[in-house]
């Protein structure tokens, strides 16, 4: 505990926290409570809350979406939710915060236009803020005035359509949690990982353990002898 306080000290950074808005709010159960996102909540390196939007929804059935203006298939997620829960979450983050809240908080819509995801990015965006608004949307997407208002980013995951915004939240609170310090036990662990910068952003050379031998495969020599120099050569030579 003492150690992870320490590290963030050291290393200029609070937590990182993850606002994230959904209509899905129990999609983020397991994700949040096993593993690694589960151990660093408890250590505090990070904070994730799941805001449910219905819970900011004026309609007394909690509607959040409705029918598109000019006519077409699918719903669109209005605007009045949206616009109270990011009000409420950037009032509640804004307490502890001093300067720029818009460049310290940025809200971030997961959508397949947005800029793509990539490790520099991650890399990044972890570097710069310590908190995040993340906006799942559903059906045919949000209202573009949300977007114009209060949106600072759209991040895409891939060049593919999803159902909605929580897998590709998931994501990006995975990936940025790993270069968050104290997250990963070794520090050193995601900064040789496929498109680190010291691995020349290539993918990872292959990894091996016991036994030696498994049902005649064998783990190349060079990993057995010890030679530390020679190990640093052959892994260079699988970067791909
Ligand atoms: N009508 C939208 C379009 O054609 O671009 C697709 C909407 S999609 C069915 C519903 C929601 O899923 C989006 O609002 C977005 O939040 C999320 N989503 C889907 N694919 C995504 C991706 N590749 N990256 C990030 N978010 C995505």
């Given at each position: 505990m003492y150690v992870v306080i320490y590290l963030s000290v050291l290393m200029?950074?609070?937590?990182?926290s993850f606002h994230i808005l959904t209509i899905f709010p129990f999609m983020f159960q397991g994700f949040l409570n096993e593993s690694i996102?589960?151990?660093?909540?408890?250590?505090?390196v990070i904070e994730i809350q799941i805001h449910d939007i219905r819970s900011f929804s004026e309609n007394r059935h909690h509607k959040v979406d409705d029918t598109p203006y000019g006519g077409g298939a699918g719903m669109v997620m209005t605007p009045q939710p949206l616009f109270d829960a990011i009000a409420a979450i950037k009032k509640k983050v804004s307490e502890g915060e001093d300067g720029d809240l818009r460049l310290q908080t940025p809200v971030i819509?997961?959508?397949?236009?947005?800029k793509r995801l990539t490790q520099p990015l991650a890399e990044r965006l972890a570097k710069k803020h310590t908190s995040f608004i993340l906006l799942c949307g559903h059906y045919e997407g949000i209202d573009q005035r949300v977007i114009d208002a209060?949106?600072?980013?759209?991040?895409?995951?891939?060049d593919y359509v999803l159902s909605g915004g929580e897998v590709p939240a998931m994501v990006f609170v995975d990936a940025l949690s790993r270069l968050t310090p104290g997250v990963l036990g070794n520090e050193e662990s995601h900064q040789e990982e496929s498109f680190s910068k010291k691995l020349g952003r290539k993918k990872e050379y292959p990894h091996y353990t016991k036994p030696a031998d498994f049902r005649g495969m064998k783990v190349p020599d060079v990993l057995l002898t010890g030679h530390h120099a020679e190990i640093e050569k052959w892994r260079q030579g699988q970067l791909k």
């Amino acid at each position: 505990m003492y150690v992870v306080i320490y590290l963030s000290v050291l290393m200029g950074k609070s937590k990182m926290s993850f606002h994230i808005l959904t209509i899905f709010p129990f999609m983020f159960q397991g994700f949040l409570n096993e593993s690694i996102l589960k151990k660093a909540q408890g250590n505090g390196v990070i904070e994730i809350q799941i805001h449910d939007i219905r819970s900011f929804s004026e309609n007394r059935h909690h509607k959040v979406d409705d029918t598109p203006y000019g006519g077409g298939a699918g719903m669109v997620m209005t605007p009045q939710p949206l616009f109270d829960a990011i009000a409420a979450i950037k009032k509640k983050v804004s307490e502890g915060e001093d300067g720029d809240l818009r460049l310290q908080t940025p809200v971030i819509y997961l959508s397949p236009r947005g800029k793509r995801l990539t490790q520099p990015l991650a890399e990044r965006l972890a570097k710069k803020h310590t908190s995040f608004i993340l906006l799942c949307g559903h059906y045919e997407g949000i209202d573009q005035r949300v977007i114009d208002a209060l949106v600072d980013d759209e991040i895409s995951i891939g060049d593919y359509v999803l159902s909605g915004g929580e897998v590709p939240a998931m994501v990006f609170v995975d990936a940025l949690s790993r270069l968050t310090p104290g997250v990963l036990g070794n520090e050193e662990s995601h900064q040789e990982e496929s498109f680190s910068k010291k691995l020349g952003r290539k993918k990872e050379y292959p990894h091996y353990t016991k036994p030696a031998d498994f049902r005649g495969m064998k783990v190349p020599d060079v990993l057995l002898t010890g030679h530390h120099a020679e190990i640093e050569k052959w892994r260079q030579g699988q970067l791909k």
